[in-house]
């Protein structure tokens, strides 16, 4: 009999689907192993132990046995279940968002502490969170999800020239990564003019503490553009993210 490799870590649940008759398939994040794909043998079944503490979105402590092909949970018990999350239609669609945000910026076995714990963080603050608060959590974890895959956006700097940026009329260029000083961005034919406003909101969700974003109100046109300017970029950096991933796996069939 060969002795079976077994593993403990924490685990949040960021994706799960049946698997075979009675089990699931999880997408979980680790602190310390990344993102991992496990089995959870039988939590269909309605006398499994193992089911309530592998449900969608919950911190877990587990014990993994190394499998050939997918590793298996053995056990696992709840470390938290930020329970007001499911009990709330707007939290659960946020919490989707997130945990769908978190799977895609990153890749198995690539492990990020920072990522493990701004998820978390995350969860809590969706959990506990008024809805303003909420909505600043998910711009706090879009602009810092950037940041901690290397995608952060260029908020001082001119991206086209290197000068610094000064209040006036801004640019904002996707594809460029960032800010555009006025000069560089008038000619630009894919570059848009960015207010002042949402340009400072940008910098205050990138450089300040959680404790300080939390307390920010904003006018709902500025939570608008917000909102969309960073759901814009985060859509294009995924794409390009996903087409280099597919350049170098086809380079390596090569
Ligand atoms: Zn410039």
Not at 21 to 35: F, I, S
Not at 69 to 81: E, G, R
Not at 114 to 130: V, Y
Not at 228 to 240: A, D, H, P, R
Request: hydrophobic fraction near 40%.
């Amino acid at each position: 009999m060969t002795t079976e490799r077994l593993y403990n870590t924490d685990a949040i649940i960021l994706r799960r689907r049946d698997f075979g008759e009675a089990d699931r398939l999880l997408t979980v994040y680790t602190p310390h192993r990344g993102k991992l794909r496990l089995v959870a043998k039988g939590v269909r079944k309605t006398k499994s132990k193992k089911a309530g503490h592998v449900e969608l979105f919950t911190h877990a402590t587990m014990q993994i046995a190394a499998g050939r092909n997918l590793d298996i949970v053995s056990q696992a018990d709840t470390v938290q279940a930020y329970r007001a999350i499911r009990e709330d239609l707007d939290k659960i669609s946020h919490a989707y968002y997130l945990a769908e945000l978190v799977d895609k910026f990153t890749e198995e076995h690539d492990p990020s502490y920072p990522i493990f714990e701004l998820l978390a963080l995350t969860l809590a603050r969706l959990a506990d969170g008024s809805p303003n608060e909420q909505f600043l959590a998910l711009r706090y974890l879009e602009i810092h999800m950037l940041g901690l895959s290397g995608f952060q956006p260029q908020l001082f700097l001119c991206v086209s020239c290197g000068t610094k940026i000064e209040p006036g009329e801004n640019f904002f260029h996707i594809a460029g990564g960032g800010v555009m000083c006025p000069d560089c961005g008038a000619s630009h034919p894919h570059a848009d003019p960015i207010p002042l406003g949402v340009l400072k909101v940008l910098r205050f969700l990138q450089t300040r503490p959680w404790e300080q974003v939390a307390g920010v109100q904003l006018k709902a046109d500025t939570r608008r553009a917000v909102e969309n300017l960073l759901l814009q970029y985060i859509t294009f950096t995924l794409e390009k993210k996903l087409k280099s991933v597919d350049f170098l796996r086809k380079l390596r069939k090569g």
